[in-house]
Nanobody, 119 residues
Framework: QVRLVESGGGLVQAGGSLRLSCVAS????????IAWHRQTPGAQRELVAS???????NYASSVKGRFTISRDNAEKTVYLQMNSLKPEDTAVYYC?????????????WGQGTQVTVSP
């Protein structure tokens, strides 16, 4: 079992930056893949970025080159550094975690943090 708590959302102007944090409680954090997703009203939840157990990463094409996902296993935290933000990045951002030993997040979810990018 793992609990995930997101923070770092807020209101920023287009072109600005935010860093989101996903802090985990529970065991075996280093052996879980973690992902960031986002969702806007009426739309499906979208995978933004993921980081595997071996620290390899994957990004949605819409954020590649602007967002960076990283993890600090000692702090049980995954970060999402978001630069050059655009109004279309506005969404609730969620992190998810995998079952221990698997590289497929989505088993556990946080409550989300709102990111709003003004024009």
């Amino acid at each position: 079992q793992v609990r995930l708590v997101e923070s770092g959302g807020g209101l920023v102007q287009a072109g600005g930056s935010l860093r989101l944090s996903c802090v985990a409680s529970g065991n075996s954090f280093s052996r879980r893949a973690i992902a960031w997703h986002r969702q806007t009203p009426g739309a499906q939840r979208e995978l933004v970025a993921s980081i595997r157990i071996d620290h390899s990463t994957n990004y949605a094409s819409s954020v590649k080159g602007r967002f960076t996902i990283s993890r600090d296993n000692a702090e049980k935290t995954v970060y999402l550094q978001m630069n050059s933000l655009k109004p279309e990045d506005t969404a609730v951002y969620y992190c998810s975690g995998s079952v221990v030993g698997f590289d497929t997040p989505g088993q556990y979810w946080g409550q989300g943090t709102q990111v709003t990018v003004s024009p």
